[in-house]
């Protein structure tokens, strides 16, 4: 009962902190659309990342990365990263090392002056349309043709199981097929705990939250859309298995 009072009371502290910067980031952002990219992506994510730094500090969370050194100079990547919380979108592209664009849903981006911050970061997709998942492909294929990364969650939606993933789209697989771009895969761990979402309205709780860049897995002849899906689900999964596991054992 304790918990879940100071995690609501957190929670209103964390949209005041929220909005408060947000407001503060907003004009620089906004700016960065009349620099020519790939600059004015790689502009607006070092802003994106300094306010995140701060929001984390404030709302009393600590952010570990591991594996940058899995970016390597002068190539570009097709992110591909877990989703359990609302809190995984603000994590990605601001500490994903280079300019980069997350696939997003388009209803996001009607937020009064959150949707600017996000339509910036974003290539957006209804996924109710055909036709806007067809144009979203495209509108992919044009980022990582200028050199950006591009971040998919190929869950789909947010985890709501209790199994470390959930079964994965072909989107970013067909990507990787089309463009022959390699695949970065990227875990994040405890957002959940930060931000729970529906399993807990409007609930914020500080921790200590984990971003792992894994090595990048290269596109292959013969490699087909659903043999390179399940590889990288394989990988993904057995990581995860093998840091909860690990964090378990640490805890007792």
């Given amino acids: 009962m304790i ?3 100071f995690g609501r009371i957190w929670a209103t502290w964390g949209a005041i902190v929220f909005i408060s910067t947000l407001l503060i980031a907003i004009i620089p952002i906004w700016l960065t659309n009349y620099i020519k990219e790939p600059g004015g992506t790689e502009i607006f ?32 990547y097709i992110v591909v990263s877990n989703h359990n919380s609302y ?4 994590l990605t592209t601001p500490f994903i090392p ?13 937020v009064p002056l959150f949707g600017t911050i996000y339509k910036r970061g974003s ?12 144009e979203s492909f495209g509108k992919m294929k044009a980022v ?6 591009m971040c998919i969650y190929p869950e789909g939606t947010r985890n709501r199981t209790n199994e470390p993933l ?14 022959g771009k390699p695949i970065i895969p990227v875990l994040l761990f405890n957002t959940k705990k930060v931000l729970p979402g529906s399993s807990k309205p409007f609930y914020l ?5 984990e971003m792992h860049f894994l090595p990048a897995v290269h596109v292959q002849p013969g490699d087909s859309v659903i043999s390179l899906r399940e590889n990288i689900f394989q990988i993904m999964y057995s990581f995860s298995e093998a840091k909860i596991g690990k964090t378990i054992i640490n805890s007792k």
């Fill in 205 to 209: 709780w500080p921790a200590k939250m």
């Fill in 3 to 5: 918990k879940n009072i």
């Fill in 45 to 76: 994510r070092r802003i994106s990342k300094l306010w995140m730094q701060v929001f984390i500090f404030l709302i009393g969370c600590r952010l570990i990365i591991k594996g940058k050194e899995n970016f390597i100079k002068g190539q570009n």
């Fill in 98 to 110: 280079g300019p980069n664009k997350t696939i997003a849903k388009a209803e996001l981006a009607k």
């Fill in 144 to 149: 990582l043709g200028a050199g950006m990364h």
């Fill in 166 to 179: 959930k079964s994965f789209h072909d989107g970013a697989f067909k990507l990787a097929i089309d463009t």
């Fill in 87 to 90: 809190m995984d979108v603000p």
């Fill in 123 to 134: 290539i957006l997709v209804d996924r109710k349309s055909e036709r806007s998942r067809k």
